[in-house]
Structure formats: C-alpha cells, structure tokens
C-alpha cells in the first residue's frame, strides 16, 4: 500500500473511535497528522507520535465557521499544507420524527453535512496549490437501510454523499480526488454512549454478510486506499465498508 511520507493529514471527529484509528493509521504509513476534535484530542496525539510522527492537537466544533477558519489557520500555521482531509465528524441521536424539533434538526445537519463543507473550504487552497489532494468524507451505510428513528441522521449522511459526488467534479482538474466510505454500525465509544445500545449492534452484525461487529479498525483500509496514489482514479465514489450489509 501507498505510503504517506511527505504528506500532512487534517482528520476530523479524531479524538477517539473511527477518527483516532485514521489518524494511527495515516501514521503508521508516513502521514503528519492534525488531530480535530469538539474537546482535546490528546490520547490521539500522542498515538501519533507514537509512530514517530508529527503531530497537532485542535479543539473547535467544525460545525461552526468561525472555529473551522481558525482551524484553517493553524492547519497553516504549523503545518503548512494539508494534503488529505478526512472528514469524520458525526453525532447520531436516535428520536422518532414526531418528538424531532428543528434545532434537533438542524444540529445533526450542521455537524455530519455542513462541517464537510467547511472543513473543505478551510483546506482547499492548499490542494489546489499543490495539485493534489485527497478528501475522504464518513458517511453511512444506514442511507440504504430503514431505520425507524433517524430521519435527521439519514437525510445528512445522503447529503454528505452528494455533497462527494458534486465536489469531486469541480476539483478534478487540481489533482484532488473525493470519495466517501460507509461505515456499519460499529462498536465505538460514541454508540457506547448512545441509546442505541449493544443489542442493536448484535442484531445489525446478524444482517451483514460478516457476521461480526464492526470496529473502528475496519474503516481504516479502505480510508488509506482512497487517501493515497493507488486510487488517483477513483473519484465521486461512495464504498460501503459495512461487512456486506447494504447488499440487502
């Protein structure tokens, strides 16, 4: 597999679960690393430079434009480009559509939807200075599922595919690709901390084609196929890391 050598990483949602693996990950393979979470993602810094990696730790909401301009600016500061974003971000509150208000609404939209398109923005000069670039959003495998009390959070990660889609043509000509990876349902602190529960995650890995629990880990393959030279050709894709789920 491609490595990451030379390259600077800026990944979203990375203080624990999905976004921590990435980012061990990136590191493991040669990538510099800057770390984004809502509280301080220490733990992963230091995973970072564990593998003898540089690494930069930024607390701010990505939901909010004025935290992600800041975000921007000391992406620049202290890294001085940024080469692969992965935007991992995402809150998931289950609430049936009648107890639904719209700041509810509105939350999971500006969280999961509208800080890919700010975290986007904030990085894209430095792609398209250097004609390159690689921007992997996290949506989710529940666009093709049924799920009973997540409008809000279907209805933003379908945005989150066509935001790739539509992206990925008007940055092509720089050299920067767009793609998105779709998690299952996997066994993070996040759901952890969820109404969710461990029950639906055994009865949702009883539907996949792999019979087994996502884990974190098993998005990071398919992130560093789409983050490297390998998939130059690949772009305004979705792939469904979700154990063969959405084959139904």
Not at 123 to 144: F, K, P
């Amino acid at each position: 597999m491609t490595g990451f050598e030379g390259r600077v990483a800026v990944v979203s949602g990375a203080g624990r679960g999905i976004g921590q693996a990435i980012c061990r990950a990136l590191a493991r393979r040669g990538a510099d690393v800057v770390a984004v979470d809502i509280v301080d993602p220490v733990e992963t810094v230091g995973m970072v430079e564990a593998e003898g990696r540089k690494a930069v730790g930024l607390t701010g909401d990505v939901s909010d434009p004025d935290d992600v301009r800041r975000i921007g600016q000391q992406v620049t500061e202290r890294m001085g480009r940024c080469d692969i974003l992965v935007n991992n971000a995402g809150i998931y509150p289950a609430k049936n559509v009648f107890k639904l208000d719209y700041d509810a609404w509105r939350r999971v939209m500006a969280v999961n939807l509208d800080s890919q398109f700010l975290m986007t923005k904030a990085v894209l000069d430095h792609m398209c200075e250097a004609r390159w670039g690689r921007i992997i959003n996290i949506t989710s495998n529940s666009v093709g599922l049924a799920l009973p009390g997540f409008t809000h959070y279907i209805a933003s990660k379908m945005g989150s595919i066509g935001f790739t889609r539509a992206l990925a043509s008007d940055v092509a000509s720089f050299g920067i690709t767009v793609n998105a990876v779709g998690p299952t349902l996997s066994r993070t602190p996040g759901l952890a901390e969820s109404v969710i529960g461990d029950g639906a995650l055994q009865h949702v890995s009883g539907l996949q084609a792999i019979k087994r629990p996502g884990e974190a880990e098993d998005v990071v393959g398919t992130v560093l196929f789409l983050a490297g030279d390998d998939s130059a050709f690949v772009t305004g894709q979705t792939i469904m890391a979700d154990g063969g789920l959405v084959r139904l």
